[in-house]
């Protein structure tokens, strides 16, 4: 626990900042002193701690105007923080200006109060690694992991409060774009101000057509105490795992959102940083561990209304020195894009166990973009299992017996409708070995009036066989099956028809063969 922070006395004026460049203002060792900047915040970097104030600024959205704000909201940072990133943040500190001089944590009354952090290398931050190319799919899959794990453990919102209602959501996005707007008004702004129009314009149309939902998605406790602000500046990877930091401590309306809206800003910011793979990657990770593909009919919307935050961000940085606006038209293109429809498909997959086919798959998602649903893991979500847990059951019994099957595929079918109503291309990935399995989702495909593909994956069963025991030896997959499964495949497996083969796509290993069916699935799926 925090030792009493001393009371504190009126501000005096910044001058003092300057002698937090001085090593005798700390009350430990300083081998390097640097300070950074953002449009709220001063960070001093000392070698082994980091010290974060908070400016006095008053921008609508956020206000620390006063000092007993200030102190106010360094607590709050503290508490929310330590959720995410326990290690990282450690105390909330005053800082005194006596005769002597400036001291952190010193006994005269404190005239500012810092965040106190562990400091990690700047290298480690994920907007930077993804500059350099050093951002890892390992990675990826660990970021979403963190996060769903953070999404299904923290408080949800009451149905007698305000957050997350749609006045609260359209309220933040509104505020968002005419603060934006507000800052675009240079003589060269001309095409921002034309692009923040239709971005405007489309906005309050998906919110006219999403407003039931919205009020759908709170009382179903989709509306949670969340991070708030996961663009990739606000992660590092250090030492060995994702470290999420600098959540929203100002403003409880823009912490307490929907889970969906905060996938979307990292979704949204690793493609705005040129990773749309690595978005598609995230984003799927992150809803094969949830279920929650109901949300991604407010994806896209979501996703918009981050956009135009990181651009309000931006602007306010640039018009403070501290940055150019090249950042802001990044994610005015990265808004505009998302407004575009995409051209929906229904992928299935096709294949005996172990022949590939859910690498295949994420292969597939990240090249197109698409979302992904499993069987192995909606099979066992149905039966209120882990993916990975083994259940145990033999072949033809339990989870695998043919009435959970088919309960399995006709859940498949229905999340393939919503996700493709949503606007979004998917990827089935599931063995779809009987022909009854194959014909009920082209019939769905048909219904919805969209492109259906099977995509075949083959291998030697020799290839299969050693794939399976390796995959059991590691057990880290939601598939359960074996070489008795594989067996039980091959003899009971029904054959493509001839109309099946003629609409199917094969992946046989050879050179070249996934890179040719990923070549033409980017055709098809485009606009």
């Not at 900047?37 to 400016?55: C, N, P, Q, R, W």
């Not at 009451?158 to 934006?180: E, H």
């Not at 950042?327 to 293109?333: I, P, Q, T, W």
Request: with cysteine.
């Amino acid at each position: 626990m925090n030792r009493p922070l001393p009371a504190a006395r009126p501000e005096k004026p910044a001058a003092w900042l300057a002698r937090l460049l001085e090593a005798a203002a700390y009350p430990h060792p300083v081998s390097q002193i640097r300070r950074l900047e953002t449009h709220i915040s001063h960070v001093f970097l000392t070698g082994h701690f980091a010290y974060k104030i908070k400016k006095a600024v008053d921008l609508g959205f956020l206000d620390f105007s006063s000092l007993a704000q200030r102190r106010f909201y360094c607590q709050e940072e503290l508490r929310l923080n330590r959720r995410l990133a326990p290690d990282l943040y450690l105390a909330v500190v005053p800082i005194s200006d006596a005769a002597g001089g400036c001291l952190i944590g010193g006994p005269a009354p404190a005239v500012e109060y810092a965040v106190k952090m562990l400091e990690f290398p700047q290298s480690a931050l994920l907007d930077g690694m993804l500059a350099q190319g050093a951002v890892t799919t390992a990675q990826i899959d660990a970021l979403a992991d963190r996060i769903a794990g953070f999404h299904q453990d923290i408080p949800r919102a009451g149905s007698g409060d305000d957050y997350g209602t749609p006045s609260a959501v359209w309220g933040a996005i509104s505020g968002a774009m005419a603060r934006l707007r507000e800052q675009l008004g240079g003589p060269a702004d001309a095409a921002a101000l034309a692009q923040l129009s239709a971005i405007e314009r489309w906005a309050h149309r998906e919110f006219g057509r999403r407003q039931g939902l919205l009020a759908e998605r709170k009382s179903s406790g989709f509306v949670r105490e969340c991070h708030g602000d996961l663009h990739l500046g606000n992660i590092a990877w250090w030492p060995d795992e994702p470290q999420i930091f600098d959540g929203i401590e100002f403003s409880a309306n823009l912490r307490w959102i929907d889970t969906i809206s905060e996938l979307a800003f990292t979704s949204m910011d690793l493609a705005a940083h040129g990773r749309a793979d690595y978005a598609w990657r995230f984003l799927n990770r992150s809803l094969e561990s949830s279920g929650d593909y109901g949300g991604l009919q407010l994806l896209p919307f979501y996703e918009v209304y981050r956009a135009i935050v990181r651009a309000m961000v931006a602007r306010i940085r640039a018009a403070q020195g501290g940055a150019t606006a090249t950042g802001a038209e990044r994610y005015l293109a990265c808004a505009e894009q998302t407004t575009k429809p995409r051209r929906r498909l229904l992928i299935l997959m096709h294949g005996l166990s172990g022949a590939g086919k859910t690498t295949v798959a994420q292969a597939v998602l990240e090249s197109i973009g698409a979302i992904r649903i499993r069987a192995d893991v909606e099979r066992k979500r149905l039966a209120g299992l882990a993916p990975t847990v083994r259940d145990g059951c033999g072949i033809d019994s339990g989870i695998y017996s043919a009435e959970s099957t088919r309960a399995t595929y006709r859940h498949l079918v229905q999340l393939a409708r919503q996700i493709l109503d949503a606007g979004f291309p998917v990827v089935v990935d599931a063995a779809s070995l009987q022909g009854w399995q194959r014909a009920i989702f082209r019939s769905q495909a048909q219904a919805q009036g969209v492109p259906f593909r099977l995509l075949s994956c083959r291998a030697e069963v020799a290839q299969l066989s050693e794939r399976l025991q390796a995959r059991a030896l590691a057990n880290c997959d939601a598939s359960d099956a074996g070489p008795p499964v594989l067996r039980h495949q091959l003899q009971n497996s029904e054959p493509l028809t001839a109309a099946e083969a003629r609409e199917c796509l094969v992946v046989d290993g050879r050179e070249g063969s996934l890179a040719a069916v990923l070549r033409q699935l980017v055709e098809e799926a485009a606009p």
